[in-house]
């Protein structure tokens, strides 16, 4: 993500007044990063609509250009289905802040999408900020932090959460006057995404399963999740891959991508 050549130096106070300016105007997302950043200090940010049943809406972000194929249009063709981040909405509603840690799967950081996906965006850590909209979409911003070697601590969260009012309030007075746009069409979930094209031939169960593993499930929290044995979970996962013709979770990632591009 882009990192910013400098950081605010007003105090919180100038810098909310700015954001308060900025409402109904083009710069307001920028001017409330500016006051977030008082808050919890990070680099790139990625702002989404998200709506349940809908492929994500961009709304800003601060990518260079040249790394907006691999950060941005990557995600918007297909990969939000695998984020952790959306699954977290579809699951939950409010405003909220969350780390990458409390929302990921336990086997994330070895699944095909972290290494293909967040390997690319240089992105070692996230937070999330969620805020519902009265439109009862839901804003979120993507955060990343100062390198890519830091992580995000306790202490950032918190600062953010101390926040999140405050952010809540100017998001919902802006985005009540500035509407960007309907959310895609309809983005079915991952199961069925799986279950098009050449995955036609799996079933039901074994779409649920392919999913969970893109997510980064590991076999024992899969067995857990819909109740049953982790030998069975395995012989599932060899019989998903058999009927695609495929060996290894890279393959079926790159499978849902190739059908997402044809939706």
Request: charged share 25%.
């Amino acid at each position: 993500m882009h990192v910013p050549t400098s950081f605010p130096t007003v105090t919180s106070e100038e810098a909310l007044a700015d954001a308060i300016d900025a409402v109904g105007r083009p710069e307001f997302v920028p001017a409330t990063l500016d006051y977030l950043r008082l808050a919890a200090p990070f680099h790139g940010c990625l702002a989404l609509i998200f709506e349940s049943g809908k492929r994500p809406v961009h709304v800003y972000d601060n990518v260079r250009a040249e790394r907006r194929a691999v950060v941005i249009d990557r995600y918007l063709d297909g990969a939000y289905l695998l984020d952790p981040f959306r699954e977290y909405f579809q699951s939950s509603r409010g405003d909220a802040v969350a780390r990458l840690r409390d929302v990921a799967p336990d086997r994330f950081r070895n699944s095909t999408y972290y290494q293909s996906y967040y390997s690319h965006i240089r992105l070692k850590d996230e937070i999330g900020i969620f805020v519902a909209l009265a439109s009862g979409k839901t804003l979120f911003f993507s955060i990343g932090p100062m390198g890519p070697e830091r992580d995000f601590s306790a202490a950032d969260a918190r600062g953010l959460r101390r926040v999140l009012p405050v952010l809540s309030a100017l998001c919902r007075r802006h985005f009540d006057r500035y509407d960007p746009g309907e959310t895609g069409s309809l983005a079915v979930n991952i199961e069925e995404v799986l279950t098009q094209g050449p995955g036609a031939c799996l079933t039901p169960r074994e779409s649920q399963i392919a999913g969970l593993i893109l997510k980064g499930h590991s076999t024992e929290a899969i067995a857990r999740m819909i109740g049953i044995s982790g030998g069975t979970v395995k012989l599932h996962r060899k019989n998903i891959y058999r009927k695609l013709g495929i060996s290894s979770q890279g393959e079926l990632f790159n499978l849902l991508l190739s059908e997402m591009t044809k939706a």
